[in-house]
C-alpha cells in the first residue's frame, strides 16, 4: 500500500478535504479548531468532538465540515449518513453563501452500466487510439468507466493495471479528435525543475472545465524514499488524480497521485492538510507504458509560457467516472 492518501474523489463526498478551503470565511476563534483537529489526527476522537461539535454548533463552517467527516464515518460517534449529510449541507451554505449547484443536469449513466457514478478522478490521452492513463485507485472496483472532456462522453475498457505503481491504463469506446499528451524524449525528473498539473479537482463544487496548477518537483522520492514517487509542490485535491504531471515544456514526466496521509503528517508533526504532494514517476510511467504496448509521441520542446501548456493539457485531460 502506498503511504498516501490518493485523491480519488467519491461523489457523495466531494467536500471531505476541504478544511482548509474555508479557513478565511472562520469567525470563532482558530485555536479551538486547531486543538480538534489535532485531537482528530491523532485518532483521540473524544477529544475531537469537545472541541468541534460546539464550533459546528455557532456556525463555524470549518468545524461542520470536520463533524460531518465524523459522522460519515463513525469517528468518537455513532455512524450516522443523515447528520453527515446535514453538516456537510451547512458547510457548504457556510462557504459559498448556498446549496451547490450543478450547471448542468448531471447525465444519467448508461443502462449498460447498471450502477452509480461512485467517484470521479481525472486521466489523460497518451495515444491516438484513445488510449488514457489515469491511476489505478481511480478505476479500481469499478463496474464499468466513463471518460468525459466537455460535450464529449464515452465509456472506457481497462487494458491493463500496476497496483503497486497506482497506475491504470483504458480504452476509449468512441473516437476523441484531441491530439494525445506528449512525452519527455528521457523519462526522468530535475529536482527543483518547473511543473503543471491538470485534472478535475473537487468535481460537483469547483467549476466543471479542467484545472491547473504549478509548482516545481520538490524531491525525487515519496514517504520514506519510496522511488516509485516523487514529490510535488502543487496542491493536490480529491478528484485529482490520474491527471498528468507535465514539465516546462509542457511534456509528461508524471501522473499525479495524492497528498500525505493525515495520520503520517501528524506523526511527522506537520499540520493537516500539510499541503505535501505526489506523483508517479516518470521512469515508472515510462515502464508501464512499455509493457503496455503503448506508443507515445514525444518532443524535443525546453520551456513553454504557462498559459500554452495549460492550453494543451485542456486537449488531452478527461474526467473519469466510477460507476459502481
Known amino acids: ?22 479557513a478565511a470565511c472562520a469567525s470563532l476563534p482558530a485555536a479551538d479548531y486547531g486543538r480538534g483537529m489535532d485531537a482528530l489526527n491523532r485518532g483521540d476522537y473524544a477529544a475531537a468532538l469537545v472541541e468541534l461539535e460546539p464550533l459546528a454548533k455557532a456556525g463555524d463552517a470549518r468545524a461542520q465540515n470536520s463533524l460531518a467527516y465524523m459522522y460519515r464515518n463513525g469517528l468518537g460517534v455513532s455512524k450516522d449518513e443523515a447528520r453527515a449529510a446535514l453538516w456537510r449541507q451547512r458547510a457548504v451554505r457556510g462557504m459559498v453563501g448556498q446549496p451547490v449547484q450543478r450547471k448542468e443536469a448531471p447525465r444519467p449513466p448508461p443502462a449498460a452500466t447498471g450502477g452509480r457514478i461512485a467517484g470521479t478522478g481525472s486521466g489523460f ?12 485507485h481511480v478505476i479500481d472496483g469499478c463496474r464499468a468507466v466513463r471518460g468525459r472532456s466537455g460535450r464529449y462522453s464515452s465509456m472506457a475498457r481497462v487494458l491493463g493495471t500496476d497496483p503497486g505503481s497506482d497506475l491504470a491504463l483504458l480504452r476509449l469506446d468512441e473516437p476523441f479528435d484531441r491530439s494525445p499528451a506528449l512525452f519527455r524524449p528521457s523519462m526522468s525528473a530535475v529536482l527543483g525543475e518547473d511543473v503543471l498539473i491538470a485534472g478535475f479537482p473537487l468535481h460537483g463544487l469547483l467549476s466543471p472545465e479542467v484545472h491547473v496548477g504549478i509548482g516545481i518537483v520538490s524531491a525525487l522520492a515519496g514517504p520514506r524514499g519510496d522511488r516509485r514517487l516523487m514529490q510535488i509542490s502543487t496542491p493536490v485535491q480529491p478528484g485529482s488524480s490520474g491527471g498528468p504531471v507535465l514539465d516546462a515544456g509542457g511534456r509528461v514526466i508524471g501522473v499525479v497521485a495524492g497528498v500525505l496521509r493525515p495520520r503520517e503528517a501528524s506523526q511527522a508533526g506537520a499540520l493537516w492538510p500539510a499541503g505535501i504532494s505526489f506523483a508517479v514517476r516518470p521512469e ?13 509521441e514525444r518532443s524535443k520542446t525546453s520551456s513553454r509560457d504557462a498559459a500554452v501548456r495549460a492550453a494543451a493539457a485542456q486537449g488531452f485531460t478527461l474526467l473519469i467516472e466510477c460507476f459502481k
Not at 15 to 20: A, G, I, K, R, Y
Not at 125 to 136: A, E, K, P, Q, Y
Request: proline share 4%; hydrophobic share 45%.
Open 284 to 296: 515508472r510511467v515510462e515502464s508501464f507504458l512499455r509493457q503496455a504496448g503503448v506508443r507515445v
Open 125 to 136: 490521452i497518451v495515444d491516438r487510439r484513445g488510449s488514457v492513463l489515469t491511476n489505478h
Open 1 to 22: 500500500m502506498l503511504p498516501f492518501t490518493c485523491s480519488k474523489l467519491p461523489a457523495s463526498w466531494s467536500l471531505l478535504l476541504l478544511v482548509s478551503l474555508c
